[in-house]
């Protein structure tokens, strides 16, 4: 697109006890995730894990909606929805305790960026 690569930034890997969001230098794991994408559903896979699945409407599949922050950030909490088919995966994949996001709200995921000081 115009602004970056489409869908860039609009998924994160959130811890789900606090909602954060995870970058690489938090969590190293997150390197060995190999995104792709259809014209429908983005798909993650790791070696030795398999892939996950997920449309990229999220109101096509079962999600929760949770809010997500970045720590230091003032008043940064954004919706997102949670794929409920990503919790098993990422348990086996990363380690317990991880989600997968789509975030959500008003503006371009360059702007949910950057209230989340960049790091999704």
């Known amino acids: 697109t115009g602004s970056g690569l489409m869908h860039d930034r609009r998924y994160a890997v959130v811890q789900l006890h606090d909602g954060q969001v995870l970058s690489v230098r938090k969590l190293p794991a997150l390197a060995t995730l190999v995104p792709s994408l259809t014209d429908e559903t ?6 030795g894990h398999g892939s996950l699945t997920v449309p990229l ?9 949770i809010t997500v922050h970045k720590p230091g950030v003032v008043t940064c ?38 209230q989340l000081g960049g790091e999704v």
């Open 42 to 47: 983005l798909i993650i896979a790791v070696d």
């Open 77 to 114: 909490t954004i919706s997102a929805l949670l794929y409920d088919s990503s919790l098993s995966w990422l348990d086996d994949a990363l380690g317990p305790g991880l989600g997968l996001v789509q975030l959500c709200g008003e503006g371009s995921s360059r702007r949910v960026c950057e």
């Open 57 to 65: 409407d999220a109101s096509r599949t079962s999600h929760t909606a």
